[in-house]
T-cell receptor, first 115, second 113 residues
Framework: DAGITQSPRHKVTETGTPVTLRCHQT?????MYWYRQDPGHGLRLIHY???????DKGEVSDGYSVSRSKTEDFLLTLESATSSQTSVYFC??????????????FGDGTRLSIL | DQQVKQNSPSLSVQEGRISILNCDYT??????FLWYKKYPAEGPTFLIS?????DKNEDGRFTVFLNKSAKHLSLHIVPSQPGDSAVYFC????????????FGPGTSLSVIP
């Protein structure tokens, strides 16, 4: 299994509070991704990173920010959590580039509930 | 509008029989397709893929078929086993944009012993 660790695995918080989710990899892969999984929508890309300090928006980036200060760590921050951000969040890593496809490997997810 | 569609949210199959999971896509730029399998409380894992230059790819009990003219692909599992019970996501990538993957909503497969 690819070395991907997500923390925390579960979190319950209140509307309006900041939340940071962490993804840590030991594979030295260049690309890292944050997805959210919701019923009927599958996995939707929030943000991704193609290198240290290099990030870009995905399909559902509003209300989220990311940072990647080291190759191995990719942080997802909800500055002011809302109930619509209750979801299961997955981190993924890949050696893909824009012109070379490789499968993504996923962490086990963070279940986030915002009350 | 979803670019990758899996119109069956769930499917039940008897153990030993064939499972057929279907996927349709709308973007003609997609040229690489993948299937991921997901168990509860775990992340998705890559199962099998197919390039648009092929119409079939086989890996053990799993075969993916691609019909480009119909923008349709299917995953066949033969024979189905109880351990195959999971959610299956169809996914697609476009040439020159392989760093992004577009996922379908998933189909939950139950294999009944």
């Amino acid at each position: 299994d690819a070395g991907i660790t997500q923390s925390p695995r579960h979190k319950v918080t209140e509307t309006g509070t900041p939340v940071t989710l962490r993804c840590h990899q030991t594979e030295n892969h260049r690309y890292m991704y944050w997805y959210r999984q919701d019923p009927g929508h599958g996995l939707r890309l929030i943000h991704y990173s193609y290198g240290v300090k290099d990030t870009d928006k995905g399909e559902v980036s509003d209300g989220y920010s990311v940072s990647r200060s080291k190759t191995e760590d990719f942080l997802l921050t909800l500055e002011s959590a809302t109930s619509s951000q209750t979801s299961v969040y997955f981190c993924a890593i890949s050696e893909s580039s824009a012109d070379s496809n490789q499968p993504q490997h996923f962490g086990d997810g963070t279940r986030l509930s915002i009350l | 509008d979803q670019q990758v569609k899996q119109n069956s949210p769930s499917l039940s199959v008897q153990e030993g029989r064939i499972s057929i999971l279907n996927c349709d896509y709308t973007n003609s730029m997609f040229d690489y397709f993948l299937w991921y399998k997901k168990y509860p409380a775990e992340g998705p894992t890559f199962l099998i893929s197919i390039s648009s230059i092929k119409d079939k790819n086989e890996d053990g009990r799993f075969t993916v078929f691609l019909n480009k003219s119909a923008k349709h692909l299917s995953l066949h599992i033969v024979p189905s086993q109880p351990g195959d019970s999971a959610v299956y996501f169809c996914a697609a990538q476009a040439e020159t944009s392989y760093d992004k993957v577009i996922f379908g909503p998933g189909t939950s497969l139950s294999v009944i012993p």
